[in-house]
């Protein structure tokens, strides 16, 4: 049984930071994509940033220049390094596996608070 677990949410003050962490274990194959999205409340899920099994990544504009994605193949680890938070950021975030068979993988969530 696949599962992807994340950690890292919490509360933290406008201008901190935090690192998200996603685990994926269970039998997946051929993973390609690896990403973070997320949910605010009354808003629908976004995408955040994305990295391929290749090293290539995207981001949403709102968050480039302060996040930064990363992955551990062997491990079948996806991070997201998080800096200057903005209240605005404040969401669940979730972290999705997308494999070459065109299957979606997604963890439960993290919530990220921003507020002072």
């Known amino acids: 049984q696949v599962q992807l677990v994340e950690s890292g949410g919490g509360l933290v003050q406008p201008g901190g930071s935090l690192r998200l962490t996603c685990a994926a274990s269970?039998?997946?194959?051929?993973?390609?994509?690896m990403g973070w999205y997320r949910q605010a409340p009354g808003k629908e899920r976004e995408l955040v940033a994305i990295?391929?099994?290749?090293?290539?990544?995207n981001y949403a504009d709102s968050v480039k220049g302060r996040f930064t994605i990363s992955r551990d193949n062997a491990k079948n680890t996806v991070l997201l390094q998080m800096n200057s938070l903005k209240p605005e950021d404040t969401a669940v975030y979730y972290c999705?596996?997308?494999?070459?068979?065109?299957?979606?993988?997604w963890g439960k969530g993290t919530l990220v608070t921003v507020s002072s």
């Open positions: 269970g039998s997946i194959f051929g993973i390609n994509a």
């Open positions: 990295i391929t099994s290749g090293g290539s990544t």
């Open positions: 999705n596996v997308y494999t070459y068979y065109a299957v979606n993988y």
